[in-house]
């Protein structure tokens, strides 16, 4: 079961406690809810011999969802998870859409406008908006549970695949290659890049053969680029021949792209490192392989917070995951930054943007509305858009509540870019 984070009247961080606990201490009025998520209490008394114990924050970065984990080394128990969702994608297309317009600006029938792509200077090695965003979330929330939880080290998946060593078995001896972890890298590839289905007749939901593209037998190596996966059935009637001449020109093709999503993993994994080891915490590795093979070998089911769990040699002999509920995290942004929206000849059609806040809310906090009197009498929990008149709407589970009061509203937890849900939770705040 997940458990709830623990600060002292210092807001130092403290072992984390049962749920039953954190109950019983806010019951009798021993604490207080200092955050709503990651839901963390603070004690209102010191606290004289501070448990710390031994906890690694473990990560499994994704191009377009994250694991993360908080796992005790003592016990194996995992007492945090969490999937964090990346908005890279969106970014991306946002950047795109404002290209277009901008350079449409200049095919009009209007005054000359010079294009100015040219004068924006971009730090060396500097990546894409579109991949920082993924590598300052990731950061963000280690820092976050840091502040929240004592973590002694970090454990991180830097690379999904170890491609290196795949495409050249001598790199670091061949008994490498002939282990087990190797059959489990090559296999997780291969299930990834085939989308887990036979690369000839398509069948899913059966036992898949690695297969030689053009067969050894015929010239061909062992290089992952020469290798896809096939029914038994397919691999049976392929024989000797090679790809071409079994009626599929276009494997051969697609075994030489790349993955794109392993490449912005790729693209990322060393900013992330660096920010990591900036923290001054021990940093440890692995592999996608050598996570998939500790996830098997206690018989646990794929997701994306056990996967964190089981990144990196660190990983305890046996994880006790039962009724654990990660928490999921979705990026949104701090809001558009925009002056003001526009039509799609890029013209304004709204007027500036007014004050942030209103009434102390902001847009996309999240709270509670008791109303008493009106035809609008409930209780709404939600997030908030505020106006400038102090009327404003609540987006809740079952739709927007519009017209409500800044008087009836309690702030729960301020907008941070990111919105949250339980997952497992029959319903919960956007």
């Not at 924006?120 to 929240?148: C, D, E, F, H, Q």
Request: positive net charge; contains cysteine; charged residues 25%.
């Amino acid at each position: 079961m997940s458990k709830v984070f623990v600060l002292d009247t210092n807001k130092n961080p403290l072992a984390p406690t049962h749920q039953g606990n954190a109950r019983r201490l806010l019951t009798k009025g021993k604490a207080a809810v200092y955050r709503r998520y990651p839901f963390t209490i603070i004690l209102l008394r010191p606290v004289e011999t501070p448990d710390k114990g031994n906890r690694r924050l473990k990560i499994d970065p994704g191009s377009k969802t994250t694991g993360i984990a908080i796992v005790n080394q003592e016990t194996g128990e995992v007492e945090f998870a969490a999937e964090l969702q990346h908005r890279g994608h969106q970014i991306k297309s946002d950047l795109e859409s404002r290209r277009v317009i901008r350079r449409s600006r200049r095919s009009r029938k209007t005054r000359y406008r010079k294009p100015r792509f040219l004068n924006r200077t971009r730090p060396k090695g500097g990546l894409a908006p579109s991949l920082m965003s993924r590598v300052y979330n990731i950061s963000t929330w280690v820092k976050r549970l840091r502040n929240v939880c004592p973590i002694q080290a970090i454990s991180m998946e830097l690379v999904r695949f170890d491609m290196q060593k795949m495409q050249n078995p001598e790199i670091d001896g061949i008994e490498y290659q002939q282990g087990e972890l190797f059959g489990y890298e090559v296999r997780e590839y291969l299930l990834e890049k085939w989308g887990r289905k036979c690369a000839y007749c398509g069948a899913e939901n059966v036992p898949l053969e690695i297969e030689h593209i053009v067969p050894k037998s015929r010239g061909g190596s062992n290089q992952v680029s020469n290798l896809t996966l096939a029914c038994t059935s397919c691999n049976l009637k392929k024989g000797a021949q090679t790809a071409e001449e079994f009626g599929h020109p276009q494997i051969q093709a697609k075994a030489r792209l790349p993955l794109k999503d392993t490449a912005v993993v790729n693209a990322t994994r060393w900013e992330l490192y660096g920010q990591l080891k900036a923290t001054g915490l021990p940093v440890e590795v692995g592999t996608g392989g050598m996570t998939k093979f500790n996830r098997s070998l206690q018989g646990l089911p794929k997701t994306h917070w056990i996967d964190a769990a089981c990144v990196g040699e660190s990983t305890p002999e046996t994880l006790f995951v039962q009724r654990v509920k990660p928490l999921r995290i979705t990026a949104t942004g701090h809001g558009s930054r925009q002056m003001c929206r526009v039509d799609r000849f890029g013209f304004p059609r709204t007027k500036p943007k007014g004050a942030k806040k209103v009434k102390g809310f902001q847009t996309g906090d999240m709270v509670k509305a008791i109303v008493t009197k009106g035809k609008k009498v409930g209780t709404y929990v939600g997030r908030v858009a505020v106006r400038s008149s102090g009327s404003f709407n609540i987006k809740t589970p079952n739709g927007t509540v519009q017209g409500i009061g800044y008087r009836y509203c309690q702030l729960i937890h301020q907008m941070d870019g990111y919105t949250y849900a339980i997952y497992g939770a029959a319903s919960s705040p956007p």
